[in-house]
């Protein structure tokens, strides 16, 4: 098994670029192509929110038609800047878990793996996640206890120091909790891709592995010496940089996944 992820496309609506320089629409359709080319030829691909700057329908239409270039299985959440009824609205077949905002949105399986894709969503760009949530999450997780899965979501479920307004403002991540205490009850779960802080990291977490991905646009410079000054003011501090995007392949042995971290550019010099 080979999954391909990607994250925080930040398209625009039509006409606009973001930050009046980058085609964020463009960038997100030419990553979708790259990573569900013959060259890495994946069996499935996941999108892990933030498909859009603004939350605007024409955006997500747009995230749409990139993601409509694979001819593999997609798994897509939304993620804080998306608006959730356009993103039902725009990929329905999303959302079969149900149209109303609850916390499983999908549960599909993908040869050897099982797929479940949750929604973090809360306040603006906060995420979200309640026992009830959770209680939720265990019954679908229950269905197939012996199948390896992969929890897809957009916010990464701890602390990871990067001054983006999730983490100052809930230093702690209390969000987290019952989601933490569900996700160690199916040793099941191997994989939680997410995104939204724009930055490559891996952590065992819950007894699985969290793996948060570069956007398709830009990154973000961490600013990890002053985190926690940041977080003591609550005020968000980071720089966007135009660090060339990279995207996330995960390759399973049988037992484990491995993680390569691979340049969406790939027309780079070659000395051999």
Request: net charge negative.
């Amino acid at each position: 098994m080979l999954i391909a992820h990607l994250t925080d496309f930040h398209c625009m609506p039509d006409g606009a670029l973001l930050g009046g320089k980058l085609d964020s629409r463009a960038l997100a359709a030419d990553a979708v192509r790259t990573v569900t080319g013959p060259e890495f030829s994946p069996d499935a691909l996941v999108v892990t929110g933030d498909l859009t700057h603004d939350g605007s329908l024409s955006a997500m239409r747009a995230a749409r038609a990139a993601t409509d270039l694979s001819d593999i299985p997609v798994f897509v959440v939304p993620g804080g800047h998306d608006d959730y009824e356009t993103f039902a609205k725009v990929f329905p077949e999303h959302v079969m878990m149900g149209n109303d905002t609850r916390p499983v949105l999908r549960a599909e399986t993908v040869g050897t793996h099982r797929f479940v894709c949750i929604n973090t969503l809360g306040e603006g760009e906060l995420p979200n996640w309640t026992e009830a949530m959770s209680e939720e999450l265990d019954t679908v997780l229950s269905e197939e206890p012996d199948m390896p899965t992969v929890v897809v979501l957009h916010h990464p479920p701890f602390q990871c120091q990067i001054p983006v307004s999730a983490y100052c403002q809930d230093p702690t991540v209390t969000w987290a909790r019952p989601l933490h205490a569900t996700i160690a009850r199916h040793p099941q779960v191997k994989l939680i891709p997410c995104g939204h802080v724009h930055r490559v990291f891996q952590r065992i977490w819950a007894g699985a592995l969290v793996s948060s991905g570069s956007s398709t646009v830009v990154q973000v410079d961490p600013n990890f010496s002053d985190f926690w000054t940041s977080a003591a003011e609550d005020r968000r501090n980071f720089s966007l940089i135009l660090e060339p995007p990279n995207f996330l392949l995960y390759h399973w042995d049988g037992s484990e996944f491995t993680v390569f971290n691979l340049p969406l550019k790939r027309d780079f010099p070659r000395v051999a």
